[in-house]
């Protein structure tokens, strides 16, 4: 499957309930030739409305984090576990995630990336290993298969506890260097 058709197929979805209440699809966005992929839970109240990942608030301060090691979105691609919104904001459910998997499988296939970024602990959990402890694992890498992963705090965790971003700032260094070491492309 291609891109084209990936992205059609995933705007189209109705395998679980979230499809009922979305206003849009968030397929993702960024650059699908990036060896950096960056992957975020679900979509949030912004996203859902835009139909874009990561917008708002929380889309805000990772722009900021991404300028902090000189990247920015459009050398790397953004994702999400679900593609649909889950009402309230509430955490994906397991079914949910489970649903929407195969179109972030189908999605990194097609990317291919060298970098795995996490954000928070719900991608972290489904993507790294699901006993994943954000507050002591974070900034850490893990090879999972062709694959080096790490997570950082969900930049919406930033935002209720602003003490946790000096932490941040030294796992986005860690990134950089990977990405430095690593990474065939120049970011």
């Not at 929380?58 to 953004?78: C, E, H, Q, W, Y």
């Not at 009402?87 to 795995?116: F, V, Y």
Request: proline letters at 6%; charged letters at 30%.
């Amino acid at each position: 499957m291609n891109w084209e058709q990936l992205r059609h197929d995933c705007l189209q979805c109705t395998k679980c309930p979230l499809h009922e209440t979305r206003t849009n699809v968030v397929f993702g966005s960024g650059n699908i030739g990036s060896e950096i992929l960056f992957i975020g839970e679900g979509p949030g109240q912004q996203e859902d409305l835009t139909g874009e990942p990561f917008v708002g608030r929380a889309g805000k301060l990772l722009d900021d984090m991404l300028t902090v090691i000189d990247l920015d979105r459009s050398k790397i691609f953004i994702a999400n576990i679900v593609k649909c919104r889950p009402p309230g904001n509430r955490d994906p459910l397991p079914q949910e995630q489970e649903a929407c998997i195969d179109w972030l499988r189908a999605q990194t296939r097609l990317i291919s990336p060298k970098l795995i970024v996490c954000l928070g602990r719900i991608s972290a959990m489904k993507l790294i290993k699901p006993d994943f402890k954000i507050t002591k694992e974070h900034g850490v890498w893990f090879e999972k298969g062709k694959f080096r992963m790490m997570a950082l705090y969900h930049p919406a965790a930033l935002l209720r506890d602003p003490g946790k971003r000096p932490e941040t700032f030294a796992d986005l260094k860690v990134l950089r260097r990977a990405i430095d070491e690593i990474c065939d492309k120049t970011y």
